[in-house]
């Protein structure tokens, strides 16, 4: 059951024995559901939401461990991330949405698009990727999930260095300092179950192409964490795709130049918004 006490347009609601955080704006059509990334919370969608028409209904949600939502367990699959959305929006009963992921969220749309594919209008990976973790990105999450157990303060310093570009860093200190401090109080726990989930997730390019699902590749040029190789290669591999570049871009273009990113994305939004699945 959803609990109507909110904050502005914030609910909570009771998904698998656990307390998720979700916001709820517009009641028109249609339906854009926006995922954030690792060590992320919804927050990180604030404008982009401002951008969109006023009749369009938004929903943002913090992902198990992120944010105000809670954990499961110690291992955060993306399939489970994938569950947990399905019960928020089962809750709130919306049937046929867009799903709207950065970097992890984008993982999350591609678990939902093997588990729930007749509930998708299209999906949209911001600086994401359909491919599987190579041997090497694994033995960096190893690492990573033992600095976490150690320290994870100074893991969540460490990684948030390398998201965003010199010139954006040294402009925005209050903005990065803000979302450092937010992935502070997450735990242990919850971090290092979300960097299982990253390393052990397959490639879903085969979903993609089987069950022709509407897909934006948006990707940033300069992007040291999902390349625009791998990118490329997707759109080419995906009929249904769209590949569009932002130049001169990393891994949180969408935050660091969104005037850039968000065209192409509301126009992707309204090219496939009389989108019918058929299984």
């Given at each position: 059951?959803?609990?109507?006490?909110?904050?502005?347009?914030?609910?909570?609601?009771?998904?698998?024995?656990a307390?998720?955080?979700?916001t709820?704006?517009?009641?028109?059509?249609?339906?854009?559901?926006?995922?954030?990334?690792?060590?992320?919370?919804?927050?990180?969608?604030?404008?982009?939401?401002?951008?969109?028409?006023?009749?369009?209904?938004?929903?943002?949600?913090?992902?198990?461990?992120?944010?105000?939502?809670?954990?499961?367990?110690?291992?955060?699959?993306?399939?489970?991330?994938?569950?947990?959305?399905?019960?928020?929006?089962?809750?709130?009963?919306?049937?046929?949405?867009?799903?709207?992921?950065?970097?992890?969220?984008?993982?999350?749309?591609?678990?939902?698009?093997?588990?729930?594919?007749?509930?998708?209008?299209a999906?949209?990976?911001?600086?994401?990727?359909?491919?599987?973790?190579?041997?090497?990105?694994?033995?960096?999450?190893?690492?990573?999930?033992?600095?976490?157990?150690?320290?994870?303060?100074?893991?969540?310093?460490?990684?948030?260095?390398?998201?965003?570009?010199?010139?954006?860093?040294?402009?925005?200190?209050?903005?990065?300092?803000?979302?450092?401090?937010?992935?502070?109080?997450?735990?242990?726990?919850?971090?290092?179950?979300?960097?299982?989930?990253?390393?052990?997730?397959?490639?879903?390019?085969?979903?993609?192409q089987?069950?022709?699902i509407?897909?934006?590749?948006?990707?940033?040029?300069?992007?040291?964490?999902?390349?625009?190789?791998?990118?490329?290669?997707q759109?080419?591999?995906?009929?249904?795709?769209?590949?569009?570049?932002?130049?001169?871009?990393?891994?949180?273009?969408?935050?660091?130049?969104?005037?850039?990113?968000?065209?192409?994305?509301?126009?992707?939004?309204?090219?496939?918004?009389?989108?019918?699945?058929?299984?």
């Amino acid at each position: 059951m959803v609990n109507k006490k909110n904050i502005g347009a914030e609910y909570t609601c009771q998904v698998k024995e656990a307390k998720i955080s979700f916001t709820d704006t517009g009641k028109g059509y249609p339906n854009l559901v926006f995922l954030h990334g690792f060590l992320e919370t919804k927050e990180v969608w604030i404008d982009w939401s401002s951008r969109i028409p006023s009749n369009y209904r938004i929903i943002t949600i913090d992902l198990p461990g992120h944010g105000k939502s809670e954990p499961i367990g110690y291992y955060h699959s993306m399939e489970l991330m994938a569950e947990i959305v399905f019960g928020v929006l089962k809750q709130i009963g919306i049937r046929r949405y867009f799903l709207v992921g950065h970097s992890m969220g984008g993982y999350v749309c591609l678990a939902y698009a093997s588990l729930f594919p007749e509930k998708l209008k299209a999906i949209a990976l911001i600086q994401s990727t359909a491919f599987a973790d190579s041997e090497e990105r694994k033995k960096i999450r190893d690492k990573a999930i033992k600095l976490v157990k150690k320290n994870h303060t100074k893991y969540i310093e460490s990684t948030f260095t390398t998201l965003f570009t010199p010139a954006f860093r040294r402009k925005n200190k209050k903005l990065i300092q803000t979302m450092m401090d937010k992935a502070s109080e997450m735990s242990p726990q919850a971090i290092a179950a979300s960097l299982h989930g990253l390393r052990d997730r397959p490639s879903r390019v085969s979903i993609l192409q089987d069950k022709a699902i509407p897909c934006l590749f948006l990707a940033g040029e300069i992007d040291k964490t999902i390349s625009l190789v791998d990118a490329a290669l997707q759109h080419q591999e995906i009929a249904t795709s769209e590949l569009q570049v932002i130049p001169k871009a990393g891994h949180m273009a969408y935050l660091e130049v969104p005037e850039l990113c968000f065209p192409p994305f509301i126009q992707f939004v309204k090219s496939n918004i009389n989108h019918s699945h058929e299984q």
